[in-house]
């Protein structure tokens, strides 16, 4: 059973375009909605997260869009460069940041010169 | 100064052979985790533990045996090792402000 479905698998853009990442979630008790930034040989590194009394967040160039009702949120990068290349996942807790997270299976993201 | 620090980063083991992967934190969280990684990059919850108590197992088969001998480190041994074991073990560890995750080993079950 997947709680949190993520699309698409891989997305290749040009530089300076902007991709979108989009997940859906269908456990309602989830109250924190943090997106990870894996780069080959790396762990997972937080990268920007949002709590659902709010509709948009943005940190630079990263900007997550949520969307209550339709159980569902996003993550935009803006102006993407190729240093940006890497997989990104959503993921979801009850609780907050330290409780136990549940991952979307990941987006491979490449961008082109 | 690493944050979170797995060791080894790479094991390579025959079918049948028992392995550890030791984790050590400085960040004074009080919660540990591991994830394994499959191929297609999935990321999953085996085990947390909070200030040396287990307080998640995935029903992940009892040949994984965590062990949190103080809340700043949470060791991972494995028995009888099988092939699907083969994958990317994260070590992490968390506060209210979110993961901090290990670099991973890559265990490939041979």
């Known amino acids: 059973q997947q709680q949190v479905k993520q699309s698409p698998q891989s997305l290749i853009v040009q530089k300076g375009g902007i991709p979108i990442i989009n997940c859906a979630y269908e456990?309602?008790?989830?109250?924190?909605f943090p997106w990870y930034q894996q780069f080959p040989g790396k762990g997972p590194a937080l990268l920007i997260a949002?709590?659902?009394?709010?509709s948009e967040k943005k940190e630079g160039r990263f900007t997550i869009s949520f969307n209550k009702s339709a159980k569902q949120f996003s993550l935009h990068i803006m102006d993407s460069q190729p240093g940006d290349s890497a997989t990104y996942f959503c993921?979801?807790?009850?609780?907050?940041?330290?409780?136990?997270?549940?991952f979307g299976t990941g987006t491979q993201l490449k961008v082109e010169l | 100064d690493t944050a979170v620090s797995q060791t080894p980063k790479y094991l390579v083991t025959q079918m049948g052979n028992d392995k550890s992967i030791k984790c050590e934190q400085n960040?004074?969280?009080?919660?540990m985790y591991w994830y394994k990684q499959d191929s297609k990059k999935f990321l999953k919850i085996m085990f947390s533990?909070?200030?040396?108590?287990?307080?998640i197992n995935e029903t992940v088969p009892n040949r994984f045996s965590p062990k949190s001998p103080d809340k700043a480190h949470l060791n991972l041994h494995i028995n009888s090792l099988e092939l699907g074991d083969s994958a990317v073990y994260f070590c992490?560890?968390?506060?209210?402000?979110?993961?901090?995750f290990g670099s991973g080993t890559r265990l490939t079950v041979v």
């Open positions: 992490a560890s968390s506060q209210a402000s979110g993961y901090t």
């Open positions: 949002i709590r659902p009394d709010v």
């Open positions: 960040l004074g969280h009080d919660t």
């Open positions: 993921a979801a807790s009850k609780g907050g940041g330290g409780n136990k997270l549940t």
């Open positions: 456990n309602t008790a989830f109250d924190y």
């Open positions: 533990y909070n200030n040396k108590e287990l307080i």
